[in-house]
């Protein structure tokens, strides 16, 4: 069920995916505020529930810190080259031009990969702290965030 205490894989984590996005903030897509005005409401409330949920859960939970090396940790190590991909995704952002294409493009093949690899790598981080909170707390927010980038997405390129 997970061990309550303070992760610092957690809040590493966290930082990887604050932290660009909000100096995304100063400097979104052209057009990105026409798209967000079209947001399925079902999908957000999953996604703002997802993202409280995670949050709180990868901060709370020590299962998520590094323990004993085993075949087990390859699920945090994967879900840490996850997070180091999504960082990647962002610098090909932030370099470029700031366009929709840049922003919602794939990357080597993994689709609107800025809302698909976060999540991704949190519920991997769920299976290796063995917290079914994060499992399933990282599901709500998938349905929400990739599909509401999913639809960003289709409205780009009508």
């Given amino acids: 069920m997970g061990h309550l205490g303070f992760s610092y894989v957690g809040l590493i984590y ?10 995304w903030t100063k400097n979104q ?3 990105y505020t026409d798209i967000v005005t ?6 957000l409330l999953f996604e703002r529930v997802g993202q409280a949920c995670v949050t709180c859960i990868a901060l709370i939970f020590s299962d998520f810190n590094i323990g004993l090396f085993s075949l087990w940790s390859l699920w945090l190590i994967g879900s840490f080259i996850l997070m180091i ?8 952002y932030f370099i470029g031009e700031h366009t929709m294409e840049d922003f919602y493009g794939n990357f080597y093949g993994i689709p609107v990969p800025l809302a698909s ?5 949190f519920l991997m981080l769920g299976i290796y702290g063995k917290v079914i909170w994060m499992v399933a ?3 709500v927010l998938g349905i929400g965030h990739i599909g509401i980038h999913l639809q960003h997405l289709n409205e780009a390129k009508q």
């Fill in 117 to 121: 690899l976060p999540v991704v790598a």
């Fill in 85 to 92: 991909m999504y960082e990647v995704c962002w610098l090909r």
């Fill in 14 to 23: 966290l930082l990887m995916l604050f932290i660009p996005n909000m100096i």
């Fill in 38 to 43: 079209k947001e399925n409401k079902t999908l």
């Fill in 29 to 31: 897509p052209k057009g």
């Fill in 137 to 139: 707390a990282t599901i």
